[in-house]
């Protein structure tokens, strides 16, 4: 809405389109995750229409991350303004927080705060307020599981603006929460105006402005503590190697930081603060993980071997919705056929080495991760891996993965010379 209280309507029939930007992946740029050198989210600011005091702007957000998404309870989007800017209106999106708008008479602004921070509508949210790719409670998946779903986006009317190209000034201090830290965001540059195609790709039409913002995340920012752990077990060992103790951490001496699956105040822990913030409120174990991994040799043929591997989560306040896993293995390369799992080879030490693998569940059988205290907290899948006869063996622990990782975050593994052993042959 125009300062005058007129609705301001944008010509965002193209926008409708803009999820083929999706073709092309942005330039290399700093990153934290070995496995995803070049993943980050990228923020588009378009502006799409001038108005008597302001703009009207499509802000679009892009998950060029291989290995992570954002899931329940959504992103977290801020900003500051340079100036006196305030946002008339908004469709797609809502901030938290009016602001002081005292200073405005008839027509009130949808914020007045000099750095607001923006989340997600409700899917059920009025189909006036919506626009292509809002309203999914904040939730942006991976490209690699589900592409439709991995941009987001929402329209803002900014008001007190300077009204031309030269004169308008870019937002700064842009932040991403999920909505815990992790995510550090670049400043905002000015680039090349995106365009946008009409359906039967005959006019293309662009933005009047366009500004990017690039985002990337460290898993050191997001936590003090890792959020998972791998187990090994084996067909030909009954022995089964448990994460290392404390692998996330320690039982304090009161037992204060972790409740008991049984315990009679479980309801209200779960129910009490933090539910909604994504801090984990852990099932008392030795290694205090959120989830655990287990990478079990199922059986031994003559040409192929299988692998089954389960995921528990021992987190009573989060279902983990469209989990991945990334395994590190040199055998990943023969993989033969998949039993409720998804599959895409990853090459992030480029081609001619594929040891890499993303898995991910199978809508809808398996692909939540339901929390702890659920009678289906966990989920299984089992890889089917054909032998090379010059490299295979189950001597030294080659049969184990080398690396784990559960949503992009690496998983602490047990000490090598722990792993499960062939049984000695007898002697004599």
Known sequence: ??????????????????????????????????????????????????????????????????????????????WTWTKEEVIWS???????????????????????KKDPVVVDLLPDAPYDMQIANCCKAGVISTFNQDPANSVASFQLSVGLSETTTKAVRVPRNFTLKTPGPGYTCGRAIVGRPTRFFTPDGRRATQALMTWNVTCTYSQFLAQKTPSCCVSLSSSYNSTTVDCPTCSCGCQNPKGTNCVNKDSPHLPSAIDGPGKWTGQPLVECTSHMCPVRINWHVKQNFKDYWRVKITITNFNFRMNYTEWNLAVQHPNLDNITQLFGLNYKPLTPYGAGINDTAMLWGVKPYNDVLMQAGNKIGSVQ????????????????????????????????????????????????
């Open 381 to 428: 899948g089992e890889l089917l891996l054909r032998k090379d006869s010059q490299t295979f063996t189950f001597g030294k622990g080659w049969a184990f993965p080398r690396r784990v990782y559960l949503n992009g975050d690496n998983c602490v593994m047990p000490a090598p010379e722990n792993y499960p052993s062939l049984p000695k042959e007898p002697s004599g």
């Open 90 to 112: 908004m469709v797609g999106a809502q901030t938290t927080e009016q602001g002081d708008c005292s200073r405005f008479q008839d027509n009130i602004p949808h914020s007045c």
């Open 1 to 78: 809405m125009a300062a005058g209280g007129r609705p301001v309507t944008c010509c965002c029939g193209a926008v409708l389109l803009a999820a083929a930007l999706l073709l092309s992946a942005p330039d290399a740029t700093e990153a934290y995750d070995s496995l995803d050198p070049n993943g980050n989210i990228t923020i588009k600011w378009d502006v799409m229409q001038w108005t008597p005091d302001g703009y009207v702007a499509v802000v679009t957000m892009y998950n060029y991350q291989q290995l992570r998404h954002i899931g329940p309870p959504g992103w977290q989007l801020g």
